[in-house]
């Protein structure tokens, strides 16, 4: 989702790998937790997404609870 996050944190960009310019950089620690953190709220937001459809079928309780542990799989 945010993969190309990083491109564009120097000014000039040669500066990310040459350290002979002088360049102005963010902080790159900041930038991949914040990277990491929109990730992982993406990830539970998707999730969510099927829960709500899943508990309203029509079938029974067994069935639904175990589609939503089917479905919880996908968090490991």
Known sequence: MFTNLMIGFDRPIEGYWDLT????????SAANTANAVLNTFGDFYVYILPLRILW????PMK????LVMLFSLGLM
């Open 21 to 28: 310019i002088k360049s102005k950089c963010i902080n790159e």
């Open 56 to 59: 309203t079928l029509h079938l």
């Open 63 to 66: 069935q639904r609870i175990g």
